[in-house]
């Protein structure tokens, strides 16, 4: 069985909600929703197998999800039910394993993310804070982020700022690379028009990294549609008025 590795940072999400918190918490704090005094709990318990040298967490309750409705039978955005994210960084080499952690916690091990590998494994971590690399989310204000040890926050977003707005526009032209497949069908599906494309903020990545694929699309649509017409008008169709 393959020995776990002893964690260097690790984030935490998790509902106000006291059916996921177990372990002795106290269910009044979770339902407080005051994540300075969850975090400090959250430190505490994880000192006793880990140093921790870092530790931040922010309140998300402004996050949107798309559902499908029932009642309209259509798609709907609505606003997520609030959630805490804590952000903790340990000194080298007193970290500890993520199935310890959760242990400590009181969480399920699926609640809690280890840094991926390289050296803007942990920088991820802290932008998700406040989705500073995400345009699609809501962004959080860096002030709204509680600092209880470490550096403060809003000092790291100052420094951090410049590479983070890089890192959302290289994630942006990255996720175009990903929709382009679907864009082009809707196109030819005649279910987005040009329109659509150049006065909705969404479209406008896609559209200048690969405009010649979707002026190519709308080029096709419209050949396609002549097509139609000319052969709805030699089959007799068409009436005259």
């Known amino acids: 069985m393959k020995k776990e590795a002893l964690l260097t940072s690790v984030a935490i999400t998790q509902y106000f909600d006291t059916t996921y918190w177990k372990n002795g918490w106290d269910e009044e704090l979770i339902k407080s929703e005051n994540v300075e005094k969850i975090l400090e709990e959250i430190v505490r318990r994880v000192s006793e197998v880990a140093s921790v040298s870092e530790a931040y967490a922010i309140k998300h309750d402004k996050d949107t999800s798309v559902v499908f409705n029932n009642e309209l039978q259509e798609t709907t955005t609505e606003l997520a039910k609030s959630h805490i994210h804590?952000?903790?960084?340990?000194?080298?080499?007193?970290?500890?394993?993520?199935?310890?952690?959760?242990?400590?916690?009181?969480?399920?091990?699926?609640?809690?993310?280890?840094?991926?590998?390289?050296?803007?494994?942990?920088?991820?971590?802290?932008?998700?804070?406040?989705?500073?690399?995400?345009?699609?989310?809501?962004?959080?204000?860096?002030?709204?982020?509680?600092?209880l040890l470490g550096k403060q926050y809003l000092e790291i977003y100052h420094q951090r700022k410049e590479s983070w707005l890089k890192g959302k526009a290289k994630k942006e032209v990255q996720k175009s690379f990903e929709d382009i497949d679907f864009l082009i069908d809707n196109i030819l599906n005649e279910n987005i028009t040009k329109n659509d494309i150049l006065l909705d903020k969404k479209y406008h990545t896609p559209y200048i990294v690969h405009k010649t694929r979707i002026n190519d699309a709308f080029k096709t649509v419209g050949e396609i549609k002549g097509a139609r017409t000319k052969d709805e008008l030699e089959n007799g169709e068409f009436k005259k008025t």
Not at 92 to 100: F, H, M, P, Q
Not at 103 to 111: D, M, N, S
């Open 86 to 147: 804590a952000l903790l960084k340990f000194d080298k080499g007193k970290g500890a394993t993520l199935s310890t952690l959760a242990e400590k916690i009181g969480l399920a091990e699926e609640y809690l993310e280890k840094s991926k590998s390289g050296r803007y494994g942990y920088d991820n971590l802290l932008a998700y804070l406040i989705h500073a690399k995400d345009k699609d989310k809501y962004q959080y204000p860096p002030d709204e982020v509680f600092t």
